[in-house]
């Protein structure tokens, strides 16, 4: 399982770095695989609610969705199916720099165009979190 240092932080009073704290946890017997750095952070990934799914009219494989992320609404055009009206799920926002392997280039998440509709963001899947290393469809929160 994978945890943000901030996540444990709640958890253990400490002012350790996250290698520091990896190893501190280490010493008192539990197993600990590793601690990474994920490259661009969270900033600008917030929750959203799906408020909307339809059909995309131009692909058969596609949704055209309307989400809200607490600052309004946006239109989202996704390809994940294991998702219906009301699922809160993580959403890239426009100018969100995505978490990437080491070694890989950073991707700016932008508004664009996917099969002519326009789409003002990402949901996202814990894999392209960075919180797993494989996932099938977006990753679905339980709040």
């Not at 600008?44 to 309307?66: M, N, T």
């Not at 809200?68 to 699922?87: H, L, P, Y």
């Not at 950073?106 to 797993?132: D, N, T, Y």
Request: aromatic share 4%.
């Amino acid at each position: 399982m994978k945890v943000t240092h901030n996540w444990l932080k709640r958890y253990v009073d400490c002012d350790s770095t996250p290698d520091e704290l990896a190893e501190q946890l280490t010493m008192i017997g539990l197993e600990v695989e590793g601690a990474e750095n994920v490259s661009g952070g969270f900033d600008g990934i917030v929750v959203a609610e799906v408020l909307s799914k339809e059909p995309h009219p131009d692909a058969d494989r596609l949704s055209l969705c309307k989400v809200n992320d607490g600052d309004g609404e946006r239109q989202i055009v996704c390809g994940a199916t294991n998702f219906k009206v009301g699922s809160k799920v993580p959403l890239a926002t426009p100018g969100c720099v995505m978490p990437v392997e080491p070694g890989e280039k950073l991707f700016k998440i932008k508004v664009g165009k996917i099969r002519g509709i326009e789409s003002q963001g990402m949901m996202c899947s814990s894999k392209e979190l960075g919180l797993a290393d494989d996932a099938e469809g977006l990753m679905l929160l339980p709040f």
